[in-house]
């Protein structure tokens, strides 16, 4: 089964129409240091509030502690957290013991080239 995230969503109407058109889930992009589609923790909770199961809403965070973390999913109550940086204080474990039911997404940043065979 092919699952589509529609990102950086900032209305309810937004949201909607990405479902419409077969959006598995959505983000929403809390603050960050820079990048695009940010939206204040008022709105994120508003419209993953709007969004029907099973159509899953993913909190983008910046927030690099477990703690932040928790705290920020708390303000916003979507179904999944998307962690854009590495963690720098905290364990998975430690989101996982007080937020039993949402999922963990970790994105993975390659800052190395990546190198390629040109012999063949």
């Given at each position: 089964m092919i699952r589509i995230k529609i990102c950086c969503i900032s209305t309810i109407?937004?949201?909607?129409?990405?479902?419409?058109?077969?959006?598995?889930a959505?983000?929403?992009?809390?603050?960050?240091p820079s990048g695009q589609g940010v939206i204040t923790d008022d709105l994120i909770?508003?419209?993953a509030k709007s969004i029907p199961p099973p159509i899953a809403t993913f909190l983008l965070t910046s927030e690099s502690s477990s703690g932040?973390?928790?705290n920020?999913?708390?303000r916003v109550n979507t179904s999944t957290i998307q962690i854009v940086d590495r963690l720098?204080?905290?364990?998975?474990r430690d989101i996982r013991e007080k937020l039993p039911s949402v999922k963990i997404v970790q994105v993975i940043h390659v800052s190395a080239p990546i190198q390629t065979d040109t012999t063949s």
């Open positions: 109407s937004e949201a909607q129409t990405a479902i419409s058109y077969g959006a598995s959505i983000g929403l992009v809390g603050r960050m909770s508003k419209i932040g973390i928790v920020h999913l708390r720098k204080l905290g364990s998975y």
